[in-house]
């Protein structure tokens, strides 16, 4: 089967041909360290971190990228406000940023290169486009000539004659009002770097077209961010990239937002739900499973509702995988996916359609519990396994267990729980139900669920 993908330049989903055989290259448009991540910021990750584990699960072997922007306007006006250095707030939300990534089952990236961290390819991407006309400086601000890039504006269908191009203060000595700012005159309290053409700072475009020419090189194969991306900040990545002779990426792949009341989800606008405070709140696979399941091109509206749905969809999968471990012991995942899955995920990854199958391979072996049929169980149990692994959603994968982190606080807990469990079943040995239902409800009291099975009593975390 061939791995189908929507690319938004073509406007059409196509076969994906990798430029290496076996191989495959992702760009990913990361994180602005503006502030902590709310959960629309993480669905992009989320989103490209099941692209990068179906195409692992194909065999290819995959190269990851995807940066962080430590430097710009918004960074530089909250460290203003707040009276703090523009470091100090970069490098915190990084690290909530990084937090959030990790707490919902991310894999780290191939390379996570910061802007600050690539002035030198930056400078030398603008000697180069300055030598062959696509760009000039204008009062110490390095401009990119919109008029001498024949292909501009292709990606986002616009016509160059209605084009409104957001600026930022000091964008002087522009010869076109199209014109975008590649490099911005240094200003006092500013950090600034030293160029040919005056000290000044990055422009948010020109980071990424530097960093992908250094880490992938002037061709690579899907550049990837939400859809808010495609203009002005892809547009003007492809003008940069290919003015300077890069053929740049060959697929563009974008993601939908988190609405909020039908609005993009927005710090500005004051509707953000923050990572750090939704996995107080939900645990971290259930929250991964809502904002992973849905079709990465299609907007999720945020309710709690919603949240509740996904929860209880979840626990009936795990739930399954929980019985049959009790019966049968430990399953390894199945090697290779049912083929209904495998057809979903490459069809521009349809992970409703494949988390469809999760759900019928999972009453198939609910009914073979029933039917006490073990062997039919632990294999419809080996290929669930194996198709959550995909989705990142497998609850016995060690980041989800604990094991990845050097500690075992689960089977800590359980430990204790079931001596408390075993004080309750001794209680209902004696009849003493008072004191058994007493032991029930001070368990759930504390957060757990309790389900009395013919087996004995298991215990969940509840949402």
């Not at 390095?142 to 269908?157: A, H, I, M, T």
């Not at 940069?240 to 606008?269: C, I, P």
């Amino acid at each position: 089967m061939t791995i189908r993908l929507y690319d938004t330049n073509a406007r059409q989903v196509r076969d994906f041909v990798p430029l290496t055989p076996g191989c495959v290259s992702i760009y990913l448009c990361g994180a602005t360290v503006q502030a902590a991540p709310h959960i629309g910021h993480i669905r992009s990750g989320l989103n490209f971190d099941i692209l990068r584990r179906w195409f692992r699960h194909r065999g290819y072997d995959v190269t990851f990228v995807r940066n962080v922007t430590d430097i710009d306007d918004k960074i530089l006006r909250k460290a203003a406000d707040q009276g703090r250095p523009w470091w100090s707030i970069g490098y915190e939300n990084e690290r909530a940023f990084g937090s959030g990534y990790d707490v919902l089952g991310c894999l780290p990236p191939t390379y996570e290169p910061r802007a600050t961290g690539h002035v030198p390819e930056m400078i030398e991407m603008m000697r180069g486009l300055i030598e062959r006309g696509h760009a000039y400086v204008a009062d110490g601000n390095v401009y990119f000539d919109v008029r001498s890039f024949p292909g501009y504006l292709e990606l986002s269908n616009q016509e160059l004659d209605n084009l409104r191009q957001p600026e930022s203060e000091g964008e002087t000595g522009k010869r076109d009002h199209r014109d975008f700012a590649m490099w911005k005159a240094a200003k006092p309290g500013e950090p600034s770097w030293e160029t040919p053409w005056g000290r000044g700072r990055p422009g948010w475009h020109l980071e990424c077209s530097a960093m992908v020419h250094k880490y992938l090189g002037p061709v690579f194969d899907i550049h990837g961010g939400g859809i808010d991306l495609i203009f002005p900040h892809h547009e003007n990545e492809i003008a940069q990239a290919k003015a300077y002779g890069d053929e740049f990426a060959r697929y563009w792949v974008h993601n939908a937002w988190v609405t909020m009341s039908g609005e993009k989800m927005s710090k500005s606008l004051g509707n953000s739900v923050l990572v750090s405070e939704m996995v107080q709140r939900w645990r971290p696979i259930v929250l991964r499973y809502y904002l992973g399941t849905p079709h990465y091109r299609s907007m999720i509206e945020y309710s709690e509702e919603a949240l509740r749905e996904a929860e209880s969809a979840f626990a009936r999968i795990e739930g399954f995988v929980q019985r049959v471990v009790e019966k049968a012991g430990h399953v390894e995942p199945a090697a290779e996916v049912p083929p209904a899955f495998a057809e979903a995920m490459d069809d521009d990854l349809g992970v409703p359609q494949a988390l469809a199958v999760v759900h019928t391979t999972v009453r198939q072996g609910n009914s073979a519990l029933t039917a006490d049929d073990k062997e039919t169980a632990v294999a419809r149990l080996a290929e669930v396994r194996a198709m959550l692994g995909v989705l990142g959603l497998d609850p016995l994968d060690p980041h989800w267990t604990g094991a990845d982190r050097g500690d075992d606080l689960h089977g800590v807990v359980d430990s204790l729980v079931q001596l408390v469990l075993q004080q309750r079943q001794s209680a209902r040995s004696r009849k003493d139900y008072a004191t058994a239902d007493a032991i029930r409800d001070q368990l759930v009291q504390a957060g757990l669920e309790i389900e009395d099975t013919p087996t004995g009593s298991r215990w969940t975390l509840r949402g």
